[in-house]
């Protein structure tokens, strides 16, 4: 693969969880839980848990010492239905669906049901998907933290306060699971046989960080369904197949360029309430 080196760096490199014009240039010494943003500690306590966390992004298990799980070492088990939500939830996202549909298109992912902890001894990660349409969650997306739902007291609440704490419960024990529908993410590293790391600038157009650089590129993980043109879309069996659709459309490489993949970690980002996969 032919590398291309950009002479200078138009945009912003983002370091720390001061998001903006300015940047966080305060060290933090003595305690990784300070790495995590406010949002995300306050996430975390309302949880009543405690994982690693860096800016927004929340660790829900890891392979050992980052080193990654293998194809092999992955179990994926896709529902063909999707999963309920809390009445109230289901009543606000009717009543915002339809302005959400004159100007968005519909299209099928999925969202992460229930998978193994780290320390689990089943010898691989399990994970259990289940589809969820676009329009199914970024109908409430949008209203996180509006005052649109009732508390036990019957005081206005927000979606992320009265339903944020199960952002971080995906077991399929009786811990329960996440209750709020959000898509997975596939956010790729691609590192080159040399060790260089691909930067990739974000274009002017996006709704997060326009003009930015990233050490990663994004793909939300495609379920069965029709794309805008009304054929039937690529869908990813599995978060490999999913990432390497993804390298395939960004940026034209095939498995055969592909030396090894690996999934790093399994993350809980608190702005959208994203799964996000490395």
């Not at 349409?133 to 109908?139: D, T």
Request: with cysteine; aromatic share 8%.
């Amino acid at each position: 693969m032919r590398l291309h080196t950009a002479e200078v760096l138009e945009g912003k490199i983002v370091v720390g969880h001061q998001y903006g014009e300015e940047l966080n240039t305060d060290i933090v010494q003595y305690s990784l839980y300070k790495l995590a943003s406010q949002n995300a500690r306050s996430l975390m306590q309302q949880a009543s848990i405690e994982r690693f966390a860096v800016d927004d992004c929340i660790v829900l298990t890891n392979s050992e010492g980052f080193k990654g799980w293998s194809p092999s070492e992955i179990k994926t088990t896709v529902l063909s239905s999707g999963l309920p939500i809390p009445e109230d939830l289901e009543r606000l996202q009717q009543e915002k669906i339809e302005s959400i549909k004159k100007d968005y298109f519909n299209s099928s992912h999925y969202r992460l049901a229930s998978l193994t902890p780290s320390f689990s001894d089943l010898g691989q990660l399990e994970v259990v998907l289940a589809p969820v349409g676009f329009h199914e969650y970024y109908s409430l997306t949008p209203f996180f933290d509006e005052p649109l739902l009732s508390s036990i007291d019957g005081s206005a609440v927000s979606i992320r306060q009265k339903y944020g704490n199960t952002a971080l419960t995906y077991g399929s024990t009786d811990r329960g699971s996440n209750l709020i529908p959000s898509p997975i993410s596939i956010q790729c590293i691609i590192v080159t046989a040399d060790n260089q790391i691909v930067l990739m600038q974000r274009s002017s157009s996006v709704a997060f960080y326009p003009g930015h650089w990233s050490a990663s590129f994004e793909e939300t993980m495609n379920a069965p369904g029709l794309n805008r043109h009304g054929l039937p879309s690529r869908s990813d069996d599995d978060f490999v197949t999913g990432a390497m659709r993804g390298l395939e459309e960004e940026l034209a490489v095939t498995d055969s360029d592909v030396e090894s993949i690996k999934v790093v970690s399994m993350n809980v980002e608190y702005l959208t309430f994203l799964c996000v996969i490395n």
